[in-house]
């Protein structure tokens, strides 16, 4: 099956840092998301971006489908971004998201 | 508009029982797909239902199954409670065919 691979396993910044995170994947998709989940367990979705570039506020995404990989860029971070960032991926034709391991980013004050 | 939600949010249960977790999809959605989440660990897809049916299914036992009513919302049932059982369950709500998928806050269950 599809493998996704998420870099580096953990983060740790100092608010107002900017970071890169990257996700790895090793067949086509049709999918790709990224989320962050809160210190609750809730999943909130940042995007939605199988191919290109979106941005969001101090957020911003690109994934280069071509080259299987995609990177989600935090500008000048703050505490309230700490927790874990999932990217997830779907096949083409598929039914499942398929979920790396995470980056888990604690910003300190 | 309402956004995806479970319930209930804590369950405690014993080795043995059975347990029925719910899911209310956000509005206008007709699929549901339901991941456990391990500690520490990503989500993993149990399986999707797509107009009642299911649409597909990860590498979990028969004993995970499911169901989806006409107005989309939708249980997941877990027969034999097993101690690895306790995790994380996420619902998640979408249009069909790979759009983005929308997760409910999920259902914390401990298996003693």
């Known amino acids: 099956g599809i493998q996704v691979e998420q870099s580096p396993p953990d983060l740790i910044l100092q608010e107002g840092a900017n970071s890169t995170l990257r996700c790895n994947f090793s067949d086509s998709v049709n999918n790709l998301q990224w989320f962050h989940q809160n210190p609750w367990g809730q999943l909130i979705n940042l995007f939605y971006i199988p191919s290109g570039t979106k941005q969001n506020g101090r957020l911003s995404a690109t994934t280069v489908a071509t080259e299987r990989y995609s990177l989600l860029y935090i500008s000048s971070s703050q505490t309230t971004d700490s927790g874990v960032y999932f990217c997830?991926?779907?096949?083409?034709?598929?039914?499942?998201?398929?979920f790396g391991k995470g980056t888990t980013l604690s910003v300190s004050s | 508009e309402t956004g995806v939600t479970q319930s209930p949010t804590h369950l405690i249960k014993t080795r043995g029982q059975q347990v029925t977790l719910r899911c209310s999809s956000q509005s206008g959605h007709n699929t549901v797909s339901w991941y456990q989440q391990a500690l520490g660990q990503g989500p993993q897809f149990i399986f999707q239902?797509?107009?009642?049916?299911?649409?597909g299914r990860g590498n979990f036992p028969p004993r995970f199954s499911g169901l989806q009513f006409p107005n989309y919302s939708s249980e997941l049932n877990v027969n034999a409670l097993e101690l690895d059982d306790s995790a994380l369950y996420l619902c998640?709500?979408?249009?069909?065919?790979?759009?983005?998928?929308?997760f409910g806050p999920g259902t914390r269950l401990l298996v003693l």
């Open positions: 997830a991926v779907e096949r083409p034709a598929g039914t499942a998201l398929i």
């Open positions: 998640a709500s979408s249009l069909p065919w790979g759009e983005t998928q929308y």
């Open positions: 239902y797509y107009r009642e049916e299911e649409n």
